[in-house]
């Protein structure tokens, strides 16, 4: 019998409620398919964490990671404390020594959710982003000086390099080449930006040599914006650096139905060290506590979990499984227009795994 370790870690807000939810879910998976079993670990780091401690997880928390095959997450972030702390202090503190450099994310109206888009409701719009997610905008360099003065400066410093655009790029061709359309969107700023935007250009044509049989074009970002609205059949596969990416996969998570519906997987291709699997939205405080979080995007995230893991049966089941709750609007959580609770649409699904062939 195949066994992973899971490290479960819900964070903040309505974060804890949806992995809740996700370990439930996964465990009846683990349950139907029969081939493999979930040692799970549950991590109280985050916010509460921090009040008691004065940081966010301890000091070696993501080497205490690196035991576990896979990290469920959830959110952090908290009213009372800045979220530059909250956010640096935890999910990159993951992120940056774990080496999780590809973030993934796909985007698809699953059945029974509207797109704000009209005239697009289903096969129109089935995109995967591919975010760089361990250096450029967001690398930590910089600084502020004068602070508080008339003549403070502050600086974010965005690095690029060559060994880590190449590998992303490398890995949003071949997850394109895995995909039946075999077609990547490699998105920059280029034309303003002139130093990084234009290796990264310059990068993609080199490894683009590599996958004669991926067709590949280029966007500026703000004209990407546009086409994501108004050609999304144009689009499949989609890489961008770690800010314009964090954006349009925002943008892709709105035009699919929900932000309580987007999964996203911070993954380490080389797998010398777990992956991290987690809802693209926040801690929601505005409904925390009320038991009405929507838990489909960490089922989504939970089938990617299980897929990375190499259980691509078990996957597909919870997929299925998922979508047969979605279609039907009488599950459906407040943010979808439904009444539906978080324990209402998880044991739906969790009955329909056990339905399932
Ligand atoms: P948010 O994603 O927490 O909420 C935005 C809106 O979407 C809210 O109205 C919320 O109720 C709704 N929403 C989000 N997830 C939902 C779900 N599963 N079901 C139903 N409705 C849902 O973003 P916001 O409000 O900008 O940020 C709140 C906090 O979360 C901040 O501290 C922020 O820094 C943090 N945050 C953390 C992220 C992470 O951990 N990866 C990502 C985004 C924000
Ligand atoms: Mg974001």
Redesign the pocket.
């Known amino acids: 019998m195949r066994s992973y370790k899971i490290a479960a870690m819900g964070?903040?807000?309505?974060?804890p409620e949806?992995v809740e939810a996700g370990v439930q879910v996964l465990k009846t998976c683990a349950e139907r398919d029969g081939g493999f079993t979930l040692d799970v670990q549950d991590f109280d780091w985050g916010s509460d964490y921090y009040r008691t401690h004065g940081v966010m997880m301890p000091a070696d928390g993501a080497e205490q990671l690196r035991q576990f095959d896979a990290i469920l997450?959830?959110?952090?972030?908290?009213?009372d404390i800045p979220?530059h702390i909250?956010?640096w202090g935890l999910?990159l503190s993951i992120c940056q020594p774990l080496d999780q450099y590809a973030n993934v994310r796909p985007t698809r109206i699953l059945p029974g959710i509207t797109s704000p888009l009209r005239h697009v409701s289903g096969p129109e719009l089935d995109w995967v982003i591919v975010r760089e997610n361990s250096e450029g905008e967001y690398s930590g360099v910089g600084g502020r000086v004068h602070k508080g003065l008339p003549i403070e400066v502050a600086q974010d410093v965005s690095v690029m390099t060559r060994a880590g655009v190449q590998r992303i790029i490398r890995y949003a061709f071949r997850l394109a080449q895995s995909r039946p359309r075999k077609l990547l969107t490699v998105v920059t700023k280029s034309n303003a930006q002139r130093h990084a935007m234009v290796m990264w250009d310059e990068i993609a044509a080199e490894v683009a040599q590599e996958f004669p049989d991926v067709t590949w074009d280029k966007m500026l970002v703000d004209a990407m914006t546009m086409r994501m609205v108004m050609k999304p059949q144009t689009l499949d596969t989609i890489v961008a650096t770690n800010l314009h990416a964090d954006i349009l996969s925002d943008l892709a998570a709105a035009l699919a139905g929900?932000?309580?519906i987007a999964p996203t997987a911070n993954i380490n291709p080389e797998r010398d060290a777990p992956s991290m699997f987690?809802?693209?939205?926040?801690?929601?405080?505005?409904?925390t506590g009320k038991g009405?979080?929507?838990?489909v995007?960490t089922f989504w995230t939970a089938a990617m979990m299980l897929e990375h893991l190499g259980e691509k049966p078990a996957a597909d089941r919870l997929m299925r499984a998922v979508e047969r709750v979605t279609a039907d609007p009488a599950l459906h959580?407040?943010?979808l227009g439904g009444k539906a609770t978080t324990r209402q649409v998880t044991d739906a699904v969790c009955e329909a795994l056990r339905r399932a062939n």
Not at 73 to 79: L, Q, R
Not at 292 to 295: K, Q, R, Y
């Open positions: 964070g903040d807000g309505i974060g949806v997450f959830g959110a952090v972030g908290a009213p979220d909250t956010l999910r929900s932000l309580g987690e809802p693209i939205h926040g801690s929601a405080f505005d409904i009405i979080a929507n838990p995007a959580t407040p943010d």
